[in-house]
């Protein structure tokens, strides 16, 4: 049985830090691509950043919104990936949700329940 469970959310004044966890089991976590996306109440869904899969060099993108001041990072090793939030405003405050997935002859693509970030003063 797969399983994602992020956590790490809370409530955080604008300008702070939180960093998000995101712990799998059940995938074979190196070769999945793992991406963060945020939902905030009454918007879409949207990409956060996402860091390739593979043992040795991974590559991450980002959202522009994100630029400079998220990082994603991963640990094959705990079968972890993580996103720290620095510089943190407003906007930012949304539902964080951790998805893995990867094509071989079919996508599979899996996703966590979701961690709240607030950011407010």
């Known amino acids: 049985q797969v399983q994602l469970v992020e956590s790490g959310g809370g409530l955080v004044q604008p300008g702070g830090s939180l960093r998000l966890s995101c712990a799998a089991s059940g995938i074979v976590f190196s070769i999945y691509t793992m991406t963060w996306y945020r939902q905030a109440p009454g918007k879409q869904r949207e990409l956060v950043a996402t860091?390739?899969?593979?043992?040795?060099?991974?590559?991450?993108n980002y959202a522009d919104s994100v630029k400079g001041r998220f990082t994603i990072s991963r640990d094959n090793a705990k079968n972890t990936v993580y996103l720290q939030m620095n510089s943190l405003k407003p906007e930012d405050t949304a539902v964080y949700y951790c998805?893995?997935?990867?094509?071989?002859?079919?996508?599979?693509?899996?996703w966590g329940q979701g961690t709240q970030v607030t950011v407010s003063s």
């Open positions: 998805n893995a997935w990867m094509k071989n002859d079919v996508l599979l693509s899996y």
């Open positions: 860091i390739t899969s593979g043992a040795n060099t991974n590559y991450a």
